[in-house]
């Protein structure tokens, strides 16, 4: 089931990039920003991550984090932030907990043959630790500025 506005967000304890687990948890009293993104430098994933990155000054301001989860590994998370100076934190979820429990780990098809791979979606989790916002099946261009706005939207 995907969790809704409203809805306590699902915790989830992941291994980070830059060598600690990241827990939801432990950002509680924050605004936190998940978004889901299917692979480490492809050409989508790469301009959602330099989006959320240049305009990581704005959400710091504001009190909020932003993680970014794919299933890729830590290395190739590594490897990722360091091609294109990546400054939002990544989690890896090789095993798929988050993606399951956030619904994005989805049945796709591409030139006719279907495959399991990651919807790309985005939760608002207020400070409180329910989600606030919810966008499926993001579109890159103009996505990291409405969820800033979303984000300065929030009550404080």
Same mark, same amino acid.
């Given at each position: ?5 409203? =809805? ?9 990039d830059?060598? +600690?687990?990241?827990?939801? #948890?432990?950002f509680?009293?924050?605004?936190? &920003? ?14 959602e991550?330099?989006a ?9 301001a504001?009190?909020? &984090?932003?993680?970014?989860? #794919?299933?890729? !590994? ?19 979820d090789?095993?798929?907990t988050?993606?399951a429990?956030?619904? &994005? ?11 399991? !791979? ?7 989790? !207020?400070? =409180?630790?329910?989600?606030?916002? &919810?966008?499926r099946k993001?579109?890159?261009p ?10 300065e939207?929030?009550? +404080?």
């Amino acid at each position: 089931m995907t969790p809704n506005i409203g =809805d306590p967000a699902p915790d989830f304890t992941l291994p980070g990039d830059r060598g +600690a687990p990241l827990s939801l #948890s432990s950002f509680l009293g924050r605004p936190v &920003v998940v978004y889901f993104y299917p692979k480490d430098d492809t050409s989508g994933c790469t301009k959602e991550a330099i989006a959320f990155t240049e305009l990581l000054p704005e959400f710091t301001a504001r009190g909020a &984090v932003v993680i970014g989860i #794919s299933p890729d !590994g830590i290395k190739a998370h590594e490897k990722f932030r360091a091609k294109y100076d990546l400054g939002v934190e990544l989690a890896s979820d090789a095993d798929k907990t988050a993606l399951a429990a956030y619904g &994005v780990w989805v049945e796709k098809s591409m030139y006719g043959r279907t495959y399991m !791979g990651v919807e790309r979606a985005t939760w608002l989790v !207020g400070r =409180d630790g329910r989600i606030a916002q &919810v966008w499926r099946k993001v579109k890159v261009p103009g996505h990291a500025a409405a969820v800033l706005k979303a984000v300065e939207a929030l009550p +404080a």
